[in-house]
């Protein structure tokens, strides 16, 4: 017993430091990302993504060129395309690699702190910087700044997964709406917020992944949404597409942009 004793007080201890560990490497990639945003510019609005989105640049960054001057001992690099990038984390796997032109979408805590970045390529593939904490943090779309004090004046926190997606919901309801990225972490945010903003009732604006549900039996989309919306008291909806739509193709009428520039109802769906 004693020796058992001491075992587990040790394993204790090793979770212990590991956690600290863990949790130093976070707040010292925070600090890096808030570097990175500092020395870019503003995502301009033509930028391929958000052309074939139609989207807003709102309040999103643009990963500077590779040339630029970055800040002495600082743990960035920023590679001139996805190939340099590659060959850049293979080589540095101890610094934060991004691709010059990249957009940006800075993730924050119900604080206003920001954690975490989503860089967008034109291709419309998404990555999180290495080693940050995305969890139950997001992005508000629709407001400058990071939003809070707008979104504490709106009148109900509507919370889609991906950045386009809100956006179409903010255009479209005049109103800020929140990011939190993908299925997996609405639940997280909807919590926050909603211990944030008590009072304010919650909607998740969720997906409807029929493509996943005919292939797989499993739609994320919905069972994440709704889960969500349960954990808060609050409502999950999601898409109405023109008839015939979704069941012809399915991946590509899923979520409310798609709603918004991809089906015949377009943005009087979302206001129905």
């Known amino acids: 017993p004693e020796e058992k004793a001491q075992m ?38 033509d930028h391929p993504y958000l052309v074939s989105k139609q ?7 643009i990963v500077p060129p590779a040339s630029t001057a970055l800040p002495e001992n600082t743990n960035l690099i920023i590679g001139k395309d996805w190939k340099e990038s590659a060959a850049l984390r293979e080589s540095h796997p ?23 970045v989503q860089t967008i390529q ?34 109900a926190i509507v919370i889609g997964e991906g950045y386009a997606t809100a956006d179409s919901l903010s255009n479209t309801l005049g109103f800020p709406t929140v990011s939190a990225f993908d299925s997996g972490n609405l639940e997280l945010v909807a919590k926050a917020l909603h211990d944030k903003f008590p009072d304010k009732p919650i909607i ?19 069972t994440k949404a709704s889960d969500a919306a349960k954990a808060v008291g609050g409502k999950a909806i999601f ?18 942009n798609d709603l918004a520039t991809k089906s015949a109802l377009g943005e009087e769906g979302i206001k129905r």
């Not at 979770?15 to 560990?21: I, S, V």
């Not at 989207?55 to 960054?61: F, Y």
């Not at 898409?239 to 409310?256: L, R, S, Y």
């Open 8 to 45: 587990q007080a040790e394993a204790a201890n090793k979770l212990r430091d590991r956690d600290l560990g863990l949790q130093a490497k976070q707040k010292a990639v925070a600090s890096e990302v808030v570097t990175l945003l500092g020395v870019s510019e503003a995502a301009p609005p």
């Open 55 to 61: 989207a807003r640049a709102g309040e999103l960054r």
């Open 94 to 116: 101890d610094k934060l690699v991004f691709t010059e032109g990249d957009l940006l979408v800075p993730a924050y805590d119900v604080n206003g702190a920001i954690w975490t």
């Open 122 to 155: 034109d291709s419309g593939r998404k990555m999180f910087a290495k080693d940050s904490v995305k969890q139950a943090n997001f992005h508000i779309v629709g407001a400058s700044g990071n939003g809070l004090d707008a979104l504490a004046t709106a009148p």
């Open 204 to 222: 998740i604006a969720g997906d409807d992944d029929k493509h996943l549900e005919s292939t797989q039996g499993y739609n994320p989309g919905r």
């Open 239 to 256: 898409p109405i597409f023109a008839p015939g739509e979704q069941a012809a193709e399915p991946k590509k009428f899923c979520d409310f």
